[in-house]
């Protein structure tokens, strides 16, 4: 009993410091950010485009990167669900659970889902040297898109499965087809769990630069097409911590503390819909 009780005591402890740390971690990069990019904020970084020299020490701001990254982030998420819908529907529903192809297509999504993002930003220049592309925003949406294709359909693929079986059994039974099932069953009830998905992939794609770095470009100046290179705040962030220029530095910690601003935005707006569409499900 005692031995139990000891073993309980050691669990309970190392839980806490668990907890602990995440929760330490958060506070640490949120204080580091506000303490260091708080001073550095102005009106200027995020309504104007870099002025010339702004990258050692001059005037402007990053407003061509918070579009840049918006533009990027919400096409490489439209491009990625085209693909992950129409996957998880034909593994949860067209195929059968113990095929292999249903086997070897989550295999994939597992493999893919540990490739380093840089890997991904490589295969995306060849892919665009391939195509006779440029440096453009369609490219870098590409990529990302790419990049987070494994993050949407496995979180999407496990929200389907924990559907109960019994649904898709009463559906057929009164029935339905197998895609009035998906669409009307499936869906509506794994909706909750579709849109953190989503909202996971969009996330991790305004935040990624190494993907982006060979195929989307930098410029200072605001996308106006698809053909257009494109900047990014995560690349921002890098240039200016890269300067020897401590304003610059400083500037970039701004920079982190408005893209930290947008992730926590996020966050917030995939609490407030899956609060929301959880009315609408059993």
């Not at 970039?252 to 930290?260: D, G, P, R």
Request: proline fraction near 4%; include cysteine.
């Amino acid at each position: 009993m005692k031995k139990r009780k000891i073993e309980e005591l050691i669990f309970n402890i190392i839980m806490r410091v668990s907890a602990f740390i995440i929760f330490g971690s958060l506070i640490a990069i949120s204080a580091t950010i506000l303490i260091k990019g708080v001073p550095a904020m102005n009106l200027d970084m995020i309504t104007k485009t870099p002025s010339g020299g702004f990258f050692l020490g001059k005037e402007g701001g990053i407003l061509n990167a918070i579009i840049g990254s918006f533009y990027l982030s919400v096409g490489a998420t439209i491009f990625a669900l085209m693909i992950c819908i129409p996957v998880v529907i034909y593994i949860n529903v067209y195929a059968s659970e113990n095929s292999k192809i249903v086997h070897y297509t989550r295999l994939s999504l597992d493999i893919l889902y540990g490739i380093p993002s840089i890997v991904f930003g490589a295969f995306g220049f060849v892919l665009m040297l391939f195509l006779g592309m440029h440096v453009s925003l369609l490219a870098g949406m590409i990529t990302v898109g790419l990049l987070i294709i494994p993050i949407i359909a496995r979180t999407m693929d496990e929200v389907m499965r924990q559907v109960p079986v019994e649904l898709k059994e009463a559906s057929y039974s009164l029935g339905a087809t197998k895609w009035e099932t998906a669409s009307k069953v499936l869906l509506k009830q794994a909706l909750p769990g579709l849109a953190t998905a989503s909202l996971l992939g969009l996330g991790r794609a305004i935040g990624d630069a190494a993907s982006v770095m060979f195929t989307t470009g930098f410029t200072d100046n605001i996308p106006h097409s698809l053909q257009d290179p494109a900047a990014t705040l995560p690349l921002a962030i890098f240039f200016q911590l890269s300067s020897p220029i401590a304003e610059v530095r400083d500037r970039a910690y701004a920079a982190a503390l408005i893209l930290t601003v947008i992730i926590f935005a996020i966050s917030l707006i995939s609490r407030i819909l899956i609060k929301r569409f959880s009315k609408n499900t059993l």
